[in-house]
């Protein structure tokens, strides 16, 4: 079966630029979240969606994020304008059923902002 | 916080050996959930244990729940060097559509 699957695996962009990261859940999930990773602040949650809409957004750092899910098979993440310190890797997960049932994470996209 | 905190952040061990991780929390858990993250690859569910559990096992991994003393561990028995991981618990301690909350991790080497 396939996993969740990130897009791309890694992004280099200079500050300024918008940033758009994709991800699909395993087919049949209907809870999807976006976490961020870096080694001063761990494993945050930014925002997660349950049946499309979105639950709970107070880990959006700012404005200049976004994140959308239009159908149960696809969300994006959108960074405009990156900043150089939104550099980290980012994280989609799924899962089945309610927010506290394991969650199947995508690989992640490196992300750098020069 | 509901973050859970894992004790050591890092540890050293050599294969064969066996390695016990602590998480403590400071809030009321509905479910306790253990994942393991290889490097340059996202997490992966190991266990999860449940208010009214005590403990629980899964081939070389033992969890434990301590709710009195708001603590959990994980042992992972004659360790082999492909644990080498980064290990989190995670807590889930509302109801609906509270989500999960993870700790910052304990590295695990372990040295063949």
């Known amino acids: 079966d396939a996993g969740v699957i990130q897009s791309p695996r890694h992004e280099v962009t200079e500050m300024g630029q918008e940033v758009t990261l994709r991800c699909k859940p395993i087919s049949g999930h209907n809870s999807l979240f976006w976490y961020r990773q870096t080694m001063m602040r761990g494993l945050e949650l930014l925002i997660y969606f349950n049946n499309n809409v979105p639950i709970d957004d107070s880990g959006m750092p700012e404005d200049r994020f976004s994140a959308k899910m239009p159908n149960a098979s696809f969300s994006t993440l959108k960074i405009q304008p990156s900043e150089p310190r939104d550099s980290a890797v980012y994280f989609c997960?799924?899962?089945?059923?309610?927010?506290?049932?394991?969650?199947?994470f995508g690989d992640g996209t490196r992300l750098s902002i020069l | 916080s509901q973050q859970g905190e894992e004790d050591p952040q890092a540890l050293s061990i050599q294969e064969g050996e066996n390695a016990t991780m602590n998480c403590s929390y400071k809030?009321?858990?509905?479910?306790l959930q253990w994942y393991r993250q290889n490097s340059g690859r996202g997490l992966v569910h190991l266990i999860l244990?449940?208010?009214?559990?005590r403990e629980k096992h899964s081939g070389r991994l033992r969890v434990t729940l301590d709710t009195s003393k708001k603590s959990s561990s994980l042992l992972i028995t004659a360790s082999r060097a492909a644990d080498t991981a980064s290990y989190f618990c995670a807590l889930w301690g509302g109801s609906g559509n509270t989500p999960l909350v993870f700790g910052k991790g304990t590295r695990l080497s372990v040295i063949a």
């Open positions: 809030t009321s858990i509905n479910n």
């Open positions: 997960a799924s899962t089945q059923g309610a927010s506290n049932q394991p969650q199947h």
């Open positions: 244990i449940r208010s009214n559990e």
